[in-house]
């Protein structure tokens, strides 16, 4: 595995987030749901942002890291209702058997899910404005056109198009853990997911000069649209 760039940091710096997120959030577990749109990434070692924190170690395809966006509304009904958009690396750690991962960049557009996100799981949420995804029951009406774009401070991040493929649905049911950094070592936190995947194309458009621009100029090797999601964080 070649190795990272000197560049290359452990999680997100910590002045590249927010200080002035509400203290008061919700206690896990959280559970929500909504619909959510996924693509898998080849990204090059020496391309990402951070390593995985501790000694949790990527998973890697030759010299590129196995990644992911997942751009989700969540809605109300839910413990929070809230738009969201993240990155993450595929991860291993000793005694994980399930699929795991490290979130870096990820941008929310509600406060208490931002400061919950930090303070509970050490996952570095900050604060992003939306065009937010078309509800779930638009599936199949989709068509090759912008159906939802990012922004922060003002500044473009991502923009995404979704064709959809094959109108079969497979069940999803699967539990992925998050391995984040924290002030007293690693929190290790499960997620379980269950829903609906249809796959299909996606075509993302990132800010060359964004904090995504690791990702610009290259589209995923797979996506697929989750609908009827429902989503269990902190079980």
């Not at 931002?114 to 404005?129: E, F, T, V, Y």
């Not at 959809?164 to 649905?169: I, Q, T, V, Y």
């Not at 929190?187 to 964004?210: H, N």
């Not at 609908?227 to 269990?232: I, N």
Request: proline share 9%.
């Amino acid at each position: 595995m070649m190795p990272p760039s000197s560049g290359m940091t452990q999680g997100l710096a910590d002045d590249a987030m927010p200080t002035d997120l509400p203290s008061s959030y919700p206690q896990a577990p959280w559970k929500l749901s909504g619909h959510a749109l996924l693509s898998m990434w080849r990204v090059p070692l020496a391309d990402l942002p951070m390593l995985p924190p501790g000694d949790a170690r990527l998973v890697t395809l030759g010299r590129h890291a196995i990644c992911a966006t997942v751009w989700t509304a969540y809605e109300s009904g839910g413990t929070l209702a809230y738009n969201e958009l993240l990155f993450a690396t595929a991860v291993r750690h000793a005694g994980l058997l399930a699929p795991a991962c490290t979130v870096g960049p990820i941008w929310v557009d509600d406060e208490a899910a931002a400061a919950g996100g930090r303070q509970l799981w050490g996952i570095p949420k900050q604060m992003g404005h939306f065009v937010p995804l078309p509800a779930d029951g638009t599936y199949a009406s989709l068509v090759a056109e912008e159906q939802a774009s990012m922004a922060t401070s003002g500044t473009a991040v991502a923009s995404v198009e979704f064709r959809p493929g094959l109108r079969l649905a497979v069940p999803l049911r699967l539990a992925v853990w998050t391995v984040q950094g924290g002030k007293a070592g690693l929190i290790r936190t499960r997620c379980a997911l269950r829903g609906m995947a249809r796959f299909g194309s996606a075509s993302w458009r990132i800010a060359p000069d964004g904090p995504l621009r690791f990702l610009a100029g290259r589209q995923p090797m797979a996506s697929a649209w989750l609908g009827d999601l429902s989503v269990q964080f902190g079980v």
